[in-house]
């Protein structure tokens, strides 16, 4: 069957999904155990190669993504980098928990419209509740994320994640984290308020589609088609330009200048991050190109 086009109201939950691995959300494949493709790129010099896997961060049972150049890199590597470490990622509830809660509580009828506010309450339903009047808007938005990739049937430790981990422990290789979850949640956390509105609003706009469209967007990110992707991760950002700047372009920027601060060293590593940060112009590939740096799209 061919993939229905990504909807642009996969909005906030597709830049969750491909963005922050703790959010856990919009990470659909094709059908299970269908071979899935990932876009991989590779900078290299004579003694050091550095391959930047796109991710998605929850996926189905049996999803086959590690094989071919992929599992080629896996081997070769010396070393994997992800956003977060596996102690890092650990730790990410308990930091969720300090940093979640509102000063003071607010009725989620005082934040949302009345139609926002029945879909929200429609997808609260397929579950537990999500005490969203203690917690700030961005917390309620990660949630709302978590949900969606439970209802999609979707499993964290299914993810790329997850698997390059039980492979690089298994092999004894080191494995390392470019952030810590208190940074990746303090990004939301410290965004204005007018910001995490706008975005909360986002994320509930046709929550009824939202287990459709993730997966559609995620049947994306297994053909490798960065331009599907792009669009996606577009329209989610470019309408909060404050939430593209701390979310995506800063930390853009900061990984860029890692992978050329690494360079310098010899060996081989595999560089593995959520798929959004891969692609169009503030991607991780398109700014290391910007400052003359060779990077080939190896998958």
């Not at 010099?45 to 996926?59: C, F, K, N």
């Not at 700030?136 to 993810?159: C, F, H, I, K, Y």
């Not at 967007?217 to 669009?231: C, K, M, N, Y």
């Not at 601060?261 to 503030?282: C, F, I, K, N, S």
Request: proline share 5%.
């Amino acid at each position: 069957m061919k993939p229905e086009p990504v909807r642009s109201r996969a909005r906030a939950r597709g830049l969750a999904a491909a963005l922050l691995p703790f959010l856990l959300a919009g990470c659909a494949a094709p059908e299970p155990r269908a071979q899935a493709r990932p876009a991989m790129w590779l900078v290299e010099d004579s003694d050091t190669h550095i391959y930047i896997l796109g991710t998605m961060h929850a996926l189905p049972a049996g999803t086959d993504w590690a094989h071919g150049k992929v599992a080629r890199a896996i081997d070769a590597a010396d070393e994997l980098v992800m956003e977060l470490s596996p102690r890092e990622l650990a730790a990410a509830g308990g930091v969720f928990q300090t940093l979640a809660p509102r000063t003071e509580p607010m009725a989620m009828e005082k934040r949302l419209t009345a139609d926002a506010l029945a879909q929200y309450r429609a997808l609260e339903a397929t579950g537990d509740n999500f005490g969203g009047d203690a917690l700030d808007d961005w917390a309620v938005m990660v949630l709302m994320g978590q949900r969606v990739t439970r209802n999609a049937e979707l499993d964290p430790s299914e993810g790329v994640e997850s698997e390059l981990t039980a492979k690089f422990a298994a092999a004894a290789k080191p494995i390392d984290g470019l952030e810590t979850a208190k940074m990746q949640l303090t990004l939301f956390e410290t965004l204005d308020p007018e910001t995490q509105r706008a975005l909360l609003t986002r994320a509930v706009e046709d929550t009824g589609r939202s287990v459709r469209d993730v997966k559609a967007l995620v049947a994306s990110w297994a053909r490798g088609d960065v331009s599907a992707l792009e669009q996606v991760i577009n329209e989610d950002v470019d309408a909060v330009p404050a939430a593209r700047k701390a979310i995506l372009t800063d930390r853009n920027r900061q990984w860029s200048a890692w992978v050329k601060q690494r360079m310098e060293r010899p060996g081989t590593v595999l560089m593995a991050v959520g798929a959004g940060h891969l692609v169009g112009t503030d991607g991780v590939p398109a700014m290391l190109e910007a400052e003359g740096v060779k990077v080939t799209r190896v998958q």
